[in-house]
């Protein structure tokens, strides 16, 4: 018989596709995708195979890749004359620290926290979950840096205002796909500057329930820097379903980050991994590297926790500039290389979080509204 006519057998056909994907290796599969019971569903229709994957995690990236690697080899062993590929996302709730219940509408929380300001938190929380938006989620952010909320002016959103349908609950500002709301859309610096810590967590807590979220497979949460009160109150406090830190290589970065995982680690929160922001930097004149803030830190750190090194973002001027505008450059800049290295993160960053979790198996959300 020819390869042609045993593949047009369904069983026969799904056979070879599942073998073909069992085969498929990639840093975000822990198990293989025949394991994972990622075929959703294979078809044989004039000389074209239907192939369905369907991933519990942000995944098209690696998509892609699967699509690259393993195409030439289905059509060799089938006798296809084409693929017709399709990915859809069923994406897993995770259990929640303390097995906490969740906020209304929202799958998965993402804490993404820094020991000390000014090392590119927001910069990450924003490009992150706009990344996990391009990867095939439904994402939403909120600006918990009390002290200095910068997310409004990265998404280009500072004139807004939120409104409330109900007179109690807020409507996220959307922008670029992505639902946000931030302490800094409700109240001037000034005014949030003087709040005491029970006070500043309190209102995030509010800010987090009683935003009126879409359905979201992930919240991205900007934590306010630092390591202090607020943090512990809100890691203790909030729903979280995984942390991320983010550093730069400095060493006295990487002492703040310490703790950073040790305060989430105090309080049972997943750390996923970490960010090395300003790795290095790049001269936009000559391309020149030059490893300003020094090397491997970040490295020696995740290896120390028993941790994972999720990324490392070079410092340069145009990430700078793509925020500053308010047009973040995940979103500015589709096709360029930083935009790879934040999917690249959202990629590892949702691969970690379902497979350090445990599923929730049929959690019903519902809005009590
Ligand atoms: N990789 C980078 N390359 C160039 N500029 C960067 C990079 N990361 C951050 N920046 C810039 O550095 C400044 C500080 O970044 P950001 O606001 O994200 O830090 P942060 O850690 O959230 O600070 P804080 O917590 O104190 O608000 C911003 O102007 C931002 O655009």
Request: charged content about 15%; overall charge negative; hydrophobic content about 45%.
């Amino acid at each position: 018989m020819s390869p042609q006519s045993q593949a047009k057998s369904p069983e026969a056909l799904r056979a070879i596709v599942a073998g073909t994907l069992a085969n498929f290796q990639h840093p975000t599969l822990k198990h293989n995708l025949t394991a994972l019971k990622a075929l959703h569903h294979v078809a044989w229709m004039d000389d074209v195979i239907h192939i369905e994957l369907q991933m519990p995690f942000a995944w098209q990236s690696a998509f892609e890749e699967l699509k690259e690697s393993a195409s030439a080899d289905l059509l060799r062993l089938t006798g296809a004359k084409a693929i017709d590929w399709k990915l859809t996302h069923q994406i897993a709730t995770l259990k929640r620290v303390k097995n906490q219940a969740g906020i209304n509408g929202v799958k998965n929380i993402i804490a993404v926290s820094s020991g000390k300001g000014g090392v590119g938190k927001s910069s990450t929380s924003v490009n992150l979950a706009l990344a996990l938006a391009a990867e095939g989620a439904k994402v939403g952010i909120l600006d918990a840096d009390i002290y200095g909320p910068s997310i409004p002016t990265m998404l280009g959103t500072e004139h807004e205002r939120p409104t409330s349908p109900d007179g109690t609950h807020m409507a996220p500002i959307v922008a670029y796909g992505l639902a946000s709301n931030s302490i800094g859309y409700l109240v001037t610096d000034d005014n949030a500057m003087v709040w005491r810590g029970p006070m500043a967590s309190k209102a995030l807590m509010q800010m987090l329930s009683e935003t009126l979220w879409p359905e979201l497979d992930y919240l991205v949460l900007d934590m306010p820097p630092g390591t202090g009160d607020i943090q512990l109150t809100l890691a203790q406090n909030v729903p979280v379903t995984g942390a991320v830190v983010v550093t730069t290589p400095q060493d006295i970065a990487l002492i703040d980050a310490k703790k950073g995982i040790v305060m989430f680690e105090k309080v049972d929160v997943p750390v996923l991994g970490i960010v090395e922001n300003m790795s290095m930097h790049v001269c936009s004149q000559c391309g020149h590297h030059e490893p300003i803030f020094g090397t491997g830190g970040a490295e020696k750190l995740a290896a120390q926790y028993n941790t994972s090194l999720l990324g490392q973002l070079p410092l340069h001027i145009t990430l700078r500039e793509d925020l500053d505008r308010g047009q973040p450059t995940v979103v500015s800049r589709p096709d360029s290389e930083f935009t790879q290295i934040y999917r690249q993160l959202a990629g590892r960053v949702a691969a970690q979080l379902y497979w350090q979790g445990e599923v929730i198996p049929s959690e019903i959300s519902f809005r009590a509204v």
